[in-house]
């Protein structure tokens, strides 16, 4: 039952507190940022340290709308984590990656060599239309192009914090339990790497995926599917998660009239690219471009494949058996979920997404090392489902980091086939624990 207090919302003494440690730290961005290399004028450096506060500023308002009645101490204390997560991002804008060199900074440079709206009509870049909306909004301003991305990414990292404590809200109501949630989120490594270190974008269709997640089980079916389509319209890596909703068909938490929204938001986020007069065609057979490209059996992912020589020979091989291989597993977790879907409550299909995030990349061919993102974040949620399997959130972040670590330092410390070996002991233990559960449990009806 809510106190008088968290009734009547957040009082203003603690919204002050959250506007002064806010702008604190926006005035420690503003002296630090003098640092940051590309910040050559005042504007940028201003610019910057303003994103910064107001960042901060929302996650501690979200904190205090969580739970108005926490008392100072308690408030400090998660202030300062906030502090220090978005500190750790802030020191890692400097770092130009070898994608943002050879790709992300050639596309800018082409944007800006074209007037108005002309330059969505170009064939620049093979990322999906949503990310290069964005883009093409970095290309008209005056700001550092490295940063604006990294910005992006690190306010997505706060918002897929948001949505992970929504996931673990839906197994506990502790407040301290979901503060947790949304912290240990942003403290994953790979989370921390890929935005604010290497200027990915794979937060962001996760953020959706795991948005279109959290509404699926929450008997929300409109908005699951939207954000379902949201994320492929971003990344076609969102097929990591993707069947879930076809297990959310099997237990009617979606019918086919839902689905429906899914082509409809797919085309309304192409519709600014084909107004801008780009061939539809150009903006579909992106995907295609995506799937066709680095004929490897692994880049740098902790799959099957790191146990074979990463060879052409063996890529020509066993690349489409592989897509086969993968299809198949698949087909078959599908069929079993079926089966006994009139036992899949919200524990059970958080175990069968989480398995999904494994599965798919760990199969398929041609996976990148950032490819088992979706699988890191779901670890979290997973271990604050079920605290005592806490080793597995460790044994799939830490195979991801061994990938990392291969491409953006060079590190070949740790054989990838050690990293592939952890994901697939994960991959076993996490599965026969759910099938344990399955035959344990009674036949009630799907929560």
């Known amino acids: 039952m809510k106190t008088e207090e968290q009734r009547q919302g957040i009082d203003k003494p603690r919204l002050i507190y959250a506007a002064l440690i806010s702008l604190i730290f926006g005035m420690l961005g503003l002296f630090f940022s003098r640092f940051l290399d590309q910040c050559h004028d005042f504007t940028s450096r201003i610019f910057i340290s303003v994103f910064f ?32 997560l978005l500190f750790v991002r802030f020191f890692m804008l400097n770092n130009i990656s070898m994608d943002y060199v050879q790709f992300l900074s050639q596309w800018l440079a082409k944007m800006r060599e074209y007037n108005g709206v002309e330059a969505l009509r170009q064939p620049i870049g093979d990322y999906n239309m949503p990310y290069m909306y964005f883009l093409f909004l970095i290309s008209k301003m005056k700001l550092p192009d490295l940063y604006m991305i990294k910005l992006l990414s690190i306010t997505f990292d706060c ?33 921390i790497f890929n935005g604010a270190y290497w200027g990915q974008c794979d937060v962001i269709y996760t953020t959706f995926a795991l948005g279109g997640l959290y509404y699926g089980l929450t008997r929300r079916p409109r908005l699951c599917v939207i954000f379902f389509a949201l994320a492929l319209s971003v990344k076609i890596q969102t097929i990591f998660l993707l069947p879930i909703l076809l297990v959310f068909w099997f237990v009617k938490k979606v019918n086919w009239k839902n689905l429906l929204w899914f082509p409809a938001t797919f085309v309304a986020v192409l519709l600014p690219a084909i107004t801008a007069r ?31 020589p990463n060879e052409q020979r063996y890529f020509d091989m066993l690349n489409s058996p592989g897509i086969l291989l993968a299809g198949l597993v698949t087909l078959a977790f599908l069929t079993q979920l079926f089966y006994f879907r009139s036992k899949l409550n919200t524990l059970r299909l958080i175990q069968a997404a989480f398995l999904f995030t494994l599965l798919l990349p ?55 086939f050690v990293a592939a070996l952890g994901v697939w002991i994960a991959i076993l233990f996490v599965y026969i624990m759910f099938l344990t559960d399955l035959r344990h449990a009674n036949s009630e009806k799907a929560l």
């Not at 471009?289 to 004929?295: L, T």
């Not at 398929?364 to 489902?385: G, N, T």
């Open 53 to 84: 506060g107001c960042l901060l500023f929302g996650v501690l308002f979200w904190l205090l709308h969580l739970e108005p009645a926490l008392s100072v101490t308690a408030f400090s204390l998660l202030a300062l984590c906030a502090v220090a």
């Open 159 to 191: 918002i897929l914090g948001y949505y992970v404590c929504k996931l673990v809200s839906l197994y506990t109501t502790k407040t301290h339990i979901r503060f947790a949630a949304f912290f240990a989120t942003l403290l994953v490594p790979t989370v």
């Open 278 to 308: 780009k061939p539809v065609l150009d903006t579909i057979s992106i995907y295609y471009k995506q799937v066709s490209q680095y004929p490897a059996l692994t880049l740098s992912a902790p799959s099957l494949y790191a146990f074979i």
């Open 362 to 416: 760990f199969f398929l061919p041609k996976m990148h090392e950032r490819y088992f993102y979706m699988a890191d974040v779901l670890s979290v949620v997973y271990i604050f489902y079920y605290p005592k399997r806490w080793f597995v959130a460790p044994l799939v972040v830490g195979a991801s980091l061994v990938g990392y670590a291969r491409y953006l330092f060079s590190n070949t410390f740790i054989p990838l």
